[in-house]
C-alpha cells in the first residue's frame, strides 16, 4: 500500500460467533460478496437482512409481456429486483425508468444495476414521487409496460434506524423519504383517541383499534419499542396469544405508515394517471399487500374498464404460489392485479 492509498476499512466486530445487530451483519450488507452464505438463508425461507427478494416475478412478466425496443416504468423501484429481470427483455433499444422516493436505497440500487451492465442508454433512474409522472411521460414518450410493487422494501424494514418495524428498538419514524414530513412519533403527538381509532381502523382494518388508541394516547412515545409496549399492554387483558399480537403490532405499524407516507393519497394519484401515461396496448401490473391497496386498484381498473380506457383488466387477483409462500412469507398477503391500454 503507498502513501496515496486510502486506509483500509475494517469492518465492525461484534461479540460472540453471530452478528446481532443490523449494522453489523456485514454478509448481508455486501450480499455480492457473500453469496454462498445468502443462499443458506433464503433456503430456509427467509430474506436476509438488507436484502429484498421480489415477489411473483414470473406471474409480473406473464402479465406485462416486456419486448425488445419498449419503454417500461418500474413505479416503485426498491431493491430493483423486478428490474433486473424486467431490463434484458427490453433490449435491444429499449428503456426502463426507474422511480422511488427512497433517497437512502435509491443510490444503492442504481449501483447494484449499473454494476450489472444497465447503463444510462436503457436504465433512467429518478427520485421523485407519483405527481411526477405527467412530466415524466413527457420525456419518455409514454410507456408500454408499467409495474408498481407498493408498501416498503425488506431492506427498509430490516434496518432499525428506519423505524419501520416493532421487532427491534429504533426511532418511531416510518418515512419513506426520511428527510421530508413528519415522523410516526410526531403523528402520535398530534392525533387524539378517536382519530387514532380511525386511523387504525381505515389504513389497517385493525380489530382493537379502540383499545390501542386508549393505551397510545397522551402517551410518551418516541421509539418503536415505546409503541410495541403500550400495543402489547393495551391487549394483554384480551388474553391473545403471541401470534394475534404480532399481527396487531403489524397492522399498528402500517397503518401509522401508510399515514405518515399519505400511501392511500399518493396510490389514488398514481392510478389516476395511469391511462394518461400508458401508450396504446401498454399493460399495467400493480402488486398490493393489504386490503386498502387492493380495493383502490380494484375499483380503479373497473372504472376504466368501463370508460374505455383499458380493454381488460384481471377478473380476480393473481396470488403467489405454494412454493413461493413457503420460501418467502412475505409474499403470502401480495395480490396482483392487471390492465391492459385500450
Known amino acids: 500500500m503507498t502513501h496515496d492509498d486510502p486506509p483500509r476499512q475494517r469492518r465492525v466486530r461484534y461479540k460472540g460467533t453471530h ?9 448481508e450488507l455486501s450480499p455480492e460478496q457473500h453469496a454462498a452464505e445468502l443462499e443458506k438463508v433464503m433456503a430456509r425461507g427467509q430474506t436476509p437482512a438488507g436484502t429484498h427478494r421480489s415477489i411473483m416475478v414470473a406471474e409480473i412478466l406473464e402479465v406485462l409481456a416486456p419486448m425488445p425496443g419498449e419503454v417500461a416504468l418500474d413505479a416503485t423501484l426498491g431493491y430493483g429486483g423486478h428490474a433486473k429481470e424486467i431490463l434484458p427483455r427490453l433490449l435491444p433499444s429499449g428503456r426502463l425508468f426507474g422511480v422511488d422516493v427512497d433517497p437512502l436505497e435509491l443510490p444503492r440500487t442504481e449501483a447494484r444495476l449499473r454494476g450489472l451492465g444497465f447503463g444510462e442508454e436503457v436504465l433512467q433512474v429518478r427520485r421523485m414521487n407519483f405527481a411526477g409522472l405527467p412530466r415524466l411521460k413527457a420525456e419518455a414518450g409514454g410507456f408500454d409496460v408499467v409495474l408498481a410493487d407498493l408498501g416498503v422494501s425488506s431492506m427498509q424494514i430490516d434496518n432499525p434506524a428506519r423505524g419501520f418495524t416493532w421487532k427491534a428498538e429504533g426511532p418511531l419514524d416510518l418515512r419513506l423519504n426520511p428527510q421530508r414530513g413528519r415522523s410516526a412519533a410526531e403523528l ?13 381502523v381505515e389504513n389497517a382494518d385493525e380489530h382493537h383499534a379502540t383499545l390501542i388508541a386508549r393505551a397510545v394516547h397522551g402517551q410518551p412515545i418516541h421509539t418503536t419499542r415505546d409503541l410495541a409496549n403500550r400495543v402489547r399492554a393495551a391487549l ?15 397492522r399498528t405499524f402500517q397503518a401509522l405508515r401508510i399515514a405518515v407516507n399519505d400511501e392511500f393519497t399518493v396510490l389514488d394519484q398514481f392510478l389516476a394517471f395511469l391511462p394518461a401515461v400508458l401508450n396504446p396496448g401498454g399493460r399495467v401490473a400493480i402488486l398490493t399487500f ?8 380494484k375499483k380503479a381498473f373497473q372504472e376504466g ?5 383499458y380493454s381488460g383488466i384481471a377478473p380476480e387477483p393473481l396470488r403467489a404460489s405454494p412454493e413461493e409462500r413457503r420460501s418467502n412469507p412475505r409474499s403470502t398477503s401480495a395480490k396482483l392485479r392487471w390492465a391492459r391500454r385500450a
Open 305 to 309: 374498464f368501463r370508460a374505455g380506457f
Open 188 to 200: 402520535l403527538a398530534k392525533l387524539d383517541e378517536l382519530a387514532l381509532a380511525e386511523l387504525l
Open 290 to 297: 393489504h386490503s386498502g391497496e387492493d380495493r383502490r386498484v
Open 19 to 27: 452478528p446481532r445487530r443490523f449494522a453489523e451483519k456485514y454478509k
Open 236 to 250: 394483554l387483558p384480551e388474553g391473545l396469544d403471541e401470534d394475534e399480537t404480532k399481527k396487531a403490532l403489524q
